[in-house]
């Protein structure tokens, strides 16, 4: 062989072995990127999620209030009817106690 064609192969592999090192780096930094945006889309998914948890028990709260206040407002005209009625078999009651003393 000749001296040309022995550094010709030796160049031809010095730049393979460039080449492949370029290579690795090129992949090595795409896939410290590939991390970093992973990383940064689960984070940026998390502190969605806690804003929409956040938000949904709010609005369960608002709810719980409300049907609270108006369930109580059921009790209280059921409590009025209640004590109307219990009102008016008192003085029933007051009557037939009354007739029962006077007529024994």
Do not use: H
């Not at 492949?20 to 970093?36: C, G, R």
């Not at 009817?81 to 008192?90: D, G, I, S, W």
């Amino acid at each position: 062989m000749s001296f040309e064609a022995i550094t010709s192969i030796a160049q031809a592999e010095t730049d393979a072995k460039a080449a492949v090192a370029a290579a690795e780096a090129k992949a090595k930094q795409l896939l410290s990127d590939a991390e970093a945006a992973g990383k940064a889309a689960v984070e940026a998914a998390c502190s969605k999620a806690e804003e929409e948890l956040a938000e949904l028990n709010r609005q369960a709260k608002e709810k719980a209030k409300g049907d609270a206040q108006t369930l109580a407002g059921e009790l209280e005209n059921q409590k009025a009817v209640l004590r109307t009625r219990a009102e008016a078999r008192l003085d029933q009651a007051a009557s037939l106690v009354v007739e029962r003393i006077v007529n024994s």
